[in-house]
C-alpha cells in the first residue's frame, strides 16, 4: 500500500514494471538490430574504404604515369630546340667573326682606296697642272702655228703670184690636174683593156699627194714598185668639189674682161672626167648635160655665169658675147649651131684657115648672141646633142669628137683711151667680117652710135669713133686620149679613135716644136691644132686641165696623161699679149 494513502498499489507497481521490462526488452532488441546493422555498416565503409584506397592509388599512378610521360615530351623538345639554339649559336658566332673580318676587310679596302684615291687625286692635280702647262704650250703652238700657217699661206699666196707672173712673162701653160673617184664602172670587167691589167676590183694607184703634187704607184706585175710624182699648178683630189675645181679658173676670166684671150682645154683618156670637169654630169637620155643640179655644172656653164656677172658690173652696153660651138670629128670641123633654112640646127662642115697675119679663123662659123648664162647653156645644150658619140667598152657616153666653145666678148670702147694698134682692129675687122650677120640686132639698136662689125673701116677714121675689143674664151673638151685597141672598137670606130690619136699627137708635137721654139710648129698638121693655134701657140692664157682616172687598170693611161701635163708645163710661148681696154667705170 501508498504511504499515508492506505491503498494497496502492489498490483499497478507490478504491471508497470512488467511494461517497463517490456519496453527495455524491445530497445534491447532494436540495439542489438542496430549494432547488427553498425556492423554490416562498417563492414561496407571498410570495403569503400578499400576501394576508395585502391582507386586513389590507381589515379595516383596515372597522374605518376601523365607526368613521366610530359617531362619525356617536353625534355626532347627543349633539347632540340636547344641543340637549335647551340647551332644558331654557333651561326650567329661564325656570322660575327664573319662580320668582324668582313668589316677589317672593308676598313683595310677603304684604306686601300683612299690612299688610292689620294694618290690619283694627287696625280691629278700634277696632271692638271701639266696639262695647264701644256695648254698654255700648246696655245702658244697654236699661235705659232697659226702665225707660221698665215705667213705659209701668205708665201704661198705670193709664191703662187710670182709663179703666176713668171707663168704669165713666159707664157707658159697652166696645168691643173684632177683626180676623179674610183666609180661602179672601174670595177666592171673591162674587156677592151689588155689580159695583162684586166681585173675585177678596183686598186687606186693615182693619188693627190698635196695641192700641187700627183703621186702615182706604179706597181705593174713583174716589176719592181716605184712611186712616181708629177708637179702642177694645182691638183685635185677625187674629193674636191666642182666648186673648187673652178674657184681657180675664175680669175682666169677677169683675164678675159681685162683683154687677154682664155683657153681651158681637158685632157685625158676616155672617163677621166673631161666632160664632167667641163660641162657636167651628162643626161642619159639626150647626151645634154644637166643644168637642174647647180653644185654639179662643169667649167662651161659656171664661166658663162662668172662671165656674164663681170659683164653687169660693167656699164651696160659695153659688152657683148657671142657664142659658137665646134666639133672636130674624123678631123673634120663641124658647127654644131649652124641652122637649116627652117632654123633647124644640124652640124655643118667648116673649114679652118691661116690668115694673113697668121691667125687662124673659121670662115661662115655660126656665132650667137646670148644674153645671158641661160640662153647660152640653152645653146650649147643643143649644140650637144649633134655631138658624135660612141659607146665604147670604157664608158657609155663617151665622146668620140673634140668639142670647143668659144664664147667671143666684144668690148666697145670710145676714143683714144686704148692702147690696141689700129692695124690689129682693121685686121680684126676683117677677121670678124663673116659673123656680120649675126650681130645682135639689139646691139645695134642700143648702140645707135655704133656700126655694126661689117661696116666699112673707115668708121675708125677718127679716134672718137667707138671701137671694138674682142677677147676670146675657148674652152675644148678633148676627145678620150687612151691608146688605140684600148677602147675595144672595130670599124667605124676604130677610124674614129686612130683620129683622135692623130690629133692629140698633132697637139703634143705642137707644143713640143713650141717648147724647143722651132722655126716651123706644124699646127697644120691636124684641123685640132690649126682650129686652137692662136690659144696654144699665141697670145691666149691657156690652161689644161689634166683628167685622171686613178685606177690601176688605166696605169698606162694616166702616166701618158700626166706626160703630156708635165711637157705642156714646160712649154714657154713669150709674153702673152693684152688688148689693152681702157678701164671703164660703173654707169650710174
Ligand atoms: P670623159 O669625158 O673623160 O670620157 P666623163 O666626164 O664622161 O669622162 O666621166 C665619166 C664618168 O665619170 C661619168 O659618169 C661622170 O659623171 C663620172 N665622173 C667623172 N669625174 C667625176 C668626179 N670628179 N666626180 C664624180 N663623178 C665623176
Ligand atoms: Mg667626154
Known amino acids: 500500500m501508498w504511504p499515508g494513502s492506505g491503498l494497496d498499489l502492489g498490483p499497478v507497481w507490478s504491471l ?33 574504404q578499400g576501394f576508395a584506397g585502391r582507386s586513389t592509388d590507381e589515379v595516383l599512378q596515372l597522374y605518376s604515369a601523365h607526368r613521366q610521360q610530359q617531362t619525356l615530351q617536353s625534355s626532347s623538345l627543349v633539347t632540340q630546340l636547344h641543340r637549335a639554339i647551340q647551332r644558331l649559336k654557333q651561326d650567329l658566332k661564325s656570322l660575327h667573326s664573319f662580320a668582324l673580318e668582313l668589316s677589317k676587310d672593308f676598313q683595310h679596302q677603304c684604306k686601300t682606296y683612299l690612299y688610292q684615291v689620294l694618290t690619283a687625286v694627287q696625280r691629278i692635280q700634277l696632271q692638271n697642272e701639266a696639262m695647264q702647262m701644256f695648254q698654255i704650250k700648246a696655245f702658244d703652238l697654236e699661235q705659232s702655228l697659226q702665225e707660221v700657217t698665215e705667213r705659209y699661206e701668205k708665201e704661198k699666196h705670193k709664191r703662187r703670184a710670182l709663179h703666176n707672173s713668171l707663168v ?25 683593156i689588155p689580159q695583162d ?16 703634187t700627183v703621186l702615182v704607184k706604179c706597181n705593174r706585175p713583174g716589176h719592181a714598185s716605184i712611186n712616181k710624182t708629177f708637179q702642177f699648178e694645182r691638183v685635185y683630189n677625187a674629193s674636191e668639189s666642182q666648186d673648187t675645181v673652178f674657184a681657180d679658173v675664175a680669175p682666169l676670166l677677169t683675164s678675159l674682161l681685162d683683154g687677154y684671150n682664155v683657153c681651158i682645154m681637158a685632157y685625158g683618156q676616155t672617163g677621166s672626167g673631161k666632160t664632167y670637169t667641163m660641162l ?5 637620155e639626150n647626151f645634154a648635160f644637166s643644168i637642174e643640179d647647180e653644185s654639179e655644172l662643169g667649167i662651161i656653164p659656171r664661166a658663162t655665169q662668172e662671165v656674164f656677172r663681170l659683164i653687169s658690173e660693167k656699164p651696160p652696153g659695153s659688152y657683148w658675147v657671142e657664142v659658137s660651138v665646134v666639133e672636130v670629128y674624123n678631123n673634120e670641123i663641124f658647127d654644131l649651131l649652124a641652122k637649116d633654112s627652117c632654123g633647124r640646127v644640124f652640124g655643118v662642115k667648116r673649114d679652118v684657115v691661116t690668115t694673113r697675119e697668121g691667125k687662124s679663123d673659121v670662115p661662115l662659123l655660126t656665132y650667137e648672141t646670148v644674153e645671158n648664162a641661160s640662153e647660152f647653156l640653152h645653146l650649147v645644150n643643143k649644140g650637144l646633142q649633134l655631138r658624135v658619140r660612141h659607146p665604147t667598152l670604157v664608158h657609155a657616153h663617151s665622146s668620140r669628137s673634140h668639142l670647143v666653145v668659144t664664147l667671143t666678148i666684144t668690148t666697145i670702147v ?11 682692129e682693121l685686121t680684126s675687122q676683117k677677121r670678124n667680117k663673116e659673123v656680120s650677120c649675126t650681130f645682135p640686132q639689139k646691139m645695134r639698136e642700143n648702140k645707135s652710135t655704133f656700126s655694126s662689125r661689117a661696116s666699112s673701116p673707115a668708121q675708125f677714121e677718127t679716134t672718137e669713133k667707138p671701137k671694138q675689143i674682142k677677147t676670146r674664151l675657148q674652152l675644148v673638151d678633148l676627145a678620150g686620149s687612151e691608146c688605140v685597141g684600148m677602147s675595144g672598137v672595130t670599124g667605124a670606130a676604130l677610124r674614129e679613135t686612130s683620129f683622135i690619136n692623130r690629133s692629140l699627137s698633132a697637139l703634143a708635137d705642137v707644143l713640143g716644136a713650141i717648147a724647143e721654139q722651132r722655126s716651123h710648129v706644124p699646127y697644120r698638121n691636124s684641123k685640132l691644132t690649126h682650129l686652137l693655134q692662136d690659144a696654144v701657140g699665141g697670145d691666149a692664157k691657156l690652161l689644161v686641165m689634166l683628167c685622171i682616172s686613178p685606177d690601176q687598170k688605166y696605169l698606162a693611161e694616166s702616166m701618158q696623161s700626166l706626160g703630156f701635163g708635165t711637157r705642156a708645163r714646160q712649154v714657154q710661148r713669150g709674153q702673152l699679149k693684152k688688148k689693152n681696154l681702157p678701164v671703164p667705170s660703173k654707169a650710174k
Not at 168 to 192: K, M, Q, S, W
Not at 280 to 284: D, I, R
Request: some cysteine; glycine content about 6%; overall charge negative.
Open 16 to 48: 508497470r514494471a512488467r511494461q517497463l521490462e517490456q519496453r527495455l526488452r524491445t530497445k534491447e532488441e532494436r540495439i542489438v538490430v542496430l549494432e547488427t546493422e553498425n556492423a554490416l555498416l562498417h563492414l561496407k565503409l571498410a570495403e569503400y
Open 280 to 284: 657636167g654630169p651628162q643626161l642619159e
Open 168 to 192: 704669165e712673162l713666159r707664157g707658159n701653160i697652166r696645168v691643173h690636174c684632177r683626180i676623179r673617184p674610183l666609180l661602179a664602172f672601174d670595177t666592171a670587167a673591162g674587156h677592151t
Open 197 to 212: 691589167r684586166q681585173r675585177n676590183f678596183s686598186e687606186k694607184v693615182a693619188y693627190a699627194a698635196d695641192d700641187e
Open 414 to 424: 670710145s676714143g683714144d683711151n686704148f692702147g690696141i694698134s689700129w692695124e690689129d
